[in-house]
């Protein structure tokens, strides 16, 4: 193949006194093939170029985790990803992961984030949910979450950690999954009432993005979906989510039919209901507050038995990640 | 000034296994790691770890693979000792959470690997390493013990009486130099594999617990002894592991022959390391390779068993070498990929210095002697990381912390200074490393001669001035790769030394170290292990000799070495 140039325009970020950092974008001209990494090139730009330029990479083969970082759109490994890939234009749009501290150019403080592994307690607990064998299965049911190295590129794209810094995150969330499937745990219960807690699986929306950036198919949303299949099974339907969940269960096997005139109240109570009487007069104001009295919908029936079969033969949620395909 | 009974250098799985060692003696650790310990480049070990754990097979069989792996030169006790701990350092693993692959009953499956007698190699996929790492790392989070995250070794300091006294630190995160102060010091920071262009190695693999060892006064055992994997990827030299040669891989030449039969007609693929990287090199040399590579065939396993038992591997093809291995043989050719060599030891981990230990990659215990069985490494460093880390635990509970030597510090910081203050546009370390890094590809490889290597010696010491001349344009403080780049590569150029001189002066061909000019083994002069020494006046190396720890097993007498 021959060679192609390629623009690489940096976020470059230098630390300034009293904490922050001062950010500039910064061209670097390459010549590469298109199926040469970026990682690569960096570290040509590094070698080369400008010896000042900072980021983090070890392993070059998508094991350690170290180079996650924003490349054209998206966080990516830099040590799998293809310049061809990823440049428009020519041109390659880096800076460092999001929703973290930046120390300096691609560099994060990588602290906070596993602050938040932490969090989970990253480790087997003795307890009395301990099984002595463990069975083929069960090791591939976890499989996908072992996957995990910890990356940060989920947590980095995550919209929800964008806009609530409180959010466990998708990454902590999988390595829990992890704990809570395996055989030899012994405290299952105990985690998914932790996990019940505020900022935890129920605040995850479900946008499918971690699905979409994570490197090693470690689908962290699937694993949070099944933590709280988990959780509500052991009947820990208490928190805000689970009531939510089961207010459209109710409404769509009754009637087909969401009923959003209570779906709040039936959610967060009473009390903080109440508390929105405000944006439910605007709502009036403008006609839009639903009917109390949602109509039946046509063929509900169909609709029951359906229900009635999914609760005797229950299926594993799986939301498959996109189609490995060379970047 | 801080201090603390033990300091481990390295995060991998050696050293946190020694460090779990150490929190359960009740004894005050913790580890220095210039990276994450979960960034660590035990990640990147993928087909498995060996013990023998099935009942019909026996911890003798695996030590005298395991000897005769070594070309007769792995030191027998140590050998003896890791063989027996196997069994239950994997029960202990997978007690602690370690997701193994399991057969249809729920045992640990084992897969078969070269130079094995029986299939004695655990596994999770093609990414054991990975999980090994990551549970010790959960264990290690667990223990709650303190890690000097990203913080970087520059030396390791002695007191005037010749005992370790600590270390001097370098926090990459701020860019401070700081002391510690230790009763012992544990050096578990892995391979050199850097000192060559091509290898299978984390850029992070630098050696530099093995050049701060040396030049503190600990010598190293076997340097000479450098690994070839024979599946590395063609362009990227990245890992393939012998795990698909373990579930029926094929290596063909350019003429699709599966050549392995002309080399090793008993084990094929799966003879051990130096046997099939010697024979890919032939098949290059003479003409029946494509662009300086052969192939490896996985094509007839089948698109399951691949995605099944392969599928980080599958996927490193795709996008490293545009290859899918379901559709197509992937281009692989011997690439450095392990050392033997390291910080000689006793079998417990024990340096001839006072106070210093070491394990891992790190060490040369010597448990691998001339080549190292696949399955092996993983294996070595969770056993010597547990019995090293034990052996440590008790040493210092016994000793007090030594005087520190102020101008260890000044001495240091001059270093950097010097670094650092050099004006205008001298030598770019990168193009300094790329250039020896190729030149003990070329002289230094697979296959040895004297010419290359005292061409290769002969070039060092230029290098070296080169080095003097070496221009920083990073002169910033927090995290300063620029200045950790040059001081990984004085490191590296200090262990290139010990290398060439080790193999220019062992005349006989042995494991990995293979010579043209003497393709024989010599074990009435040679079996014996190479020690290199740093002579500080002329900072170079000075070599001696000792013999290999025996055991008086009659199995273990040296015999021609066929697969």
Known sequence: MALQKYTFRIQRSIPVQGGGVQTKWQDFPVESEPNVTVLTLLEEIKGQQDGTLVFRQSCRSAICGS?????????????????????????????????????????????????????????????????????????????????????????????????????????????????????????????????????????????????????????????????????????????????????????????????????????????????????????????????????????????????????????????KAKEAVPE | MKSHDLLIVGAGLSGMRAALEGAKAGIDVAVVSKVHPLRSHSCAAQGGINAAIDARDKWEVHAYDTVKGSDFIGDEDAIDLMCQEAPGIIHEMDRMGTPFSRTERGDIAQRPFGGASFDRT???????????????????????????????????????????????????????????????????????????????????????????????????????????????????????????????????????????????????????????????????????????????????LGRERILERLPQVRQLAIDLEGVDPIFEPIPVRPTVHYSMGGIRTDKFGASPLPGLFASGEAACTSVHGANRLGGNSLLDTIVFGKVTGGHASQYVRKEGLRDFPPQAMQEEQARIADLKGRAGQGVRPFDLRNRMAEDMNTYCGVYREPVGMAKMAETLPGLRQDYDKIHLDDKSEPFNTDLLRAVELRNLMDLAECIVKGALAREESRGAHYRIDQPERDDVNWRKHTLAHWDASSETARLSYEPVRTVGNPEYTPKTRTY
């Open chain 1, 67 to 319: 180079c996650a970082m924003w490349i054209s759109g998206r966080t990516r490994l830099a040590c799998k990803t293809h310049v061809g890939a990823v440049a428009k234009n020519g041109v390659v749009e880096i800076a460092p992961q999001k929703n973290q501290p930046v120390l300096k150019d691609l560099a994060i403080d990588i602290r906070p984030f596993f602050k938040r592994v932490h969090g989970i307690t990253p480790y087997l607990l003795d307890g009395p949910e301990q099984n002595s064998t463990v069975t083929k299965s069960a090791y591939d049911q976890v499989n996908h979450v072992t996957q995990c190295i910890l990356c940060g590129a989920c947590y980095s794209d995550c919209t929800m950690a964008e806009v609530s810094p409180a959010f466990v995150g998708p990454a902590a969330l999988a390595k829990a999954f992890r704990f809570v499937s395996d055989p030899r745990e012994g405290r299952k219960s105990q985690r998914l009432a932790d996990l019940c807690q505020p900022s935890a699986i129920w605040s995850c929306t479900r946008c499918t993005m971690c699905v979409d950036v994570c490197p090693k198919e470690v689908a962290p949303m699937e694993a949070i979906v099944k933590l709280r299949t988990r959780a509500m099974a052991r009947g820990y339907t208490g928190s805000a989510g689970a009531k939510h969940a089961l207010a459209f269960h109710e409404d769509i096997r009754r009637g087909g039919h969401l009923n959003e005139f209570t779906l709040m109240m039936r959610t967060l109570g009473i009390w903080e209901t109440l508390k929105e009487t405000g944006t439910a007069l605007h709502l009036a104001k403008k006609g839009k507050v639903p009917s109390p009295f949602p109509h039946t919908v046509a063929g509900v029936e169909e609709l029951r038995r359906m229900y009635d079969h999914l609760e005797q033969f229950p299926i594993e949620v799986e939301t």
């Open chain 2, 122 to 300: 655990c596994y999770a996929a093609d990414r054991t390493g990975q999980v090994l790492l990551h549970t010790l790392w959960e264990q290690l989070v667990k223990a709650g013990v303190h890690v000097y995250e990203e913080c970087h070794v520059f030396r390791l300091v002695t007191s005037a009486d010749g005992h370790v006294a600590g270390l001097i630190v370098y926090d990459i995160k701020t860019g401070q130099l700081f002391p510690l102060r230790s009763k012992g010091v544990l050096l578990a920071t892995g391979g050199y594999g850097r000192v060559f262009l091509s290898s299978t190695n984390a850029t992070t693999s630098t050696g530099d617990g093995m050049a701060c060892a040396y030049r503190a006064g600990a010598p190293l055992g076997d340097m000479e002894f450098v690994q070839f994997h024979p599946t590395g990827l063609r362009t990227s030299g990245i890992l393939v592991t012998e795990g698909c040669r373990g579930e029926g891989g094929y290596l063909i030449n350019a003429s699709g022959e599966r050549f392995m039969g002309r080399y090793a007609p008993q084990k094929w693929e799966l003879a051990s390391r130096d046997v099939v990287s010697r024979a890919e090199q032939t098949e290059i040399i003479e003409g029946r390779g494509t662009n300086g590579a052969i192939f490896l065939d996985l094509r007839h």
